[in-house]
């Protein structure tokens, strides 16, 4: 991340939040991820805690903390749409997303995915691009850096294989295939199925693009752009046709979906040498 002085203050407060929540029982360790970590924040970026407790402090002690800090009284304790987590304006002007793990459940992700080889229908790598790419603002046994140095191992030849042997069928070839949903979707006109189809349609794209590269995924936002900047090696005019993809009617996404599966394809055999 390029030391400018938005980026040491954005660090400063994320540091002073990070003391806060060292002070509750149960916290092992807290890290700052996202845009934030990444280098890539805007205007519109907040700060992503992601804070290792066992157990999680109650609600109430959380609430307290976040009281004491926030800008107004909207913020969201106990939150659980996604992962747990807490969310205000801080009175430093920043928005505050703070994200409660249990350390054991974090392990076994990261150990899922770079031992195990598991993969999912996207995202595969994302939790540990997370985990390797956070920044450690409270590591006082150094459990964080032992898991960080396990998730910036290389990146195994297996789980590049087995990512795309289970996304590539989901992509097109299984009867059940994201492809042939399109397909049924534009056959009926049905803006909305066809929306969610592609939204899972990149998503397994996407896996399989970051796998080939033998790269972990960086997660659900601004994509093409990780991709540009990872320089990674990718199908021709992948951008042109994803962007088409996106803009189409159902009934003129299913040409435009072939041709991104037979560019993922290709790219799979050349780099893997076939995935399976």
């Known amino acids: 991340m390029s030391e400018t002085i938005d980026d040491r203050a ?22 700052l991820g996202g845009s934030q970590a990444s280098g890539r924040a805007d205007a519109q970026s907040d700060l992503d805690l992601y804070c290792y407790a066992d157990p999680v402090p109650d609600a109430e002690a959380r609430r307290k903390l976040v009281t004491a800090r926030a800008a107004s009284d909207h913020a969201e304790i ?3 749409w996604f992962e747990p987590g807490d969310e205000w304006l801080d009175r430093c002007g920043l928005g505050l997303d703070v994200m409660w793990r249990d350390p054991a459940w974090i392990e076994d992700r990261v150990a899922a995915t770079m031992d195990r080889h598991e993969a999912q229908l996207g995202y595969s790598t994302a939790f ?3 985990v390797a790419t956070a920044r450690p603002l409270h590591d006082p046994s150094g ?3 032992a898991l960080q140095a396990r998730a910036r191992a ?3 030849d297996a789980l590049a294989r087995k ?3 289970h996304n590539g069928p989901m992509l097109r070839g299984a009867r059940c295939s994201f492809l042939e949903q399109l397909t049924l979707a534009g056959a009926r006109a049905d803006a909305v199925a066809s929306n969610h189809r592609a939204a899972a349609f990149l998503a397994s794209w996407f896996d399989m693009l970051f796998a080939a590269n033998r790269t972990l995924h960086p997660g659900e936002k601004r994509l093409l752009e990780h991709v540009r900047v990872m320089r990674l090696d990718t199908p021709p005019d992948h951008e042109d046709t994803i962007e088409a993809f996106l803009a189409a009617i159902p009934t003129e996404r299913v040409p435009l979906a072939h041709a991104l599966a037979d560019g993922i394809e290709a790219l799979v055999a050349r780099r893997l ?3 399976g």
């Not at 954005?10 to 890290?31: F, Q």
Request: aromatic share 12%.
């Open 10 to 31: 954005h660090y400063a407060a994320a540091a002073s939040v990070a003391r806060d929540l060292a002070a509750l029982p149960g916290v092992r360790a807290v890290a």
């Open 78 to 80: 106990d939150n659980r």
């Open 128 to 130: 540990v691009f997370n």
């Open 143 to 145: 459990w964080y850096a």
């Open 154 to 156: 290389p990146y195994p």
């Open 163 to 165: 990512i795309c042997a």
């Open 273 to 275: 040498g076939g995935a």
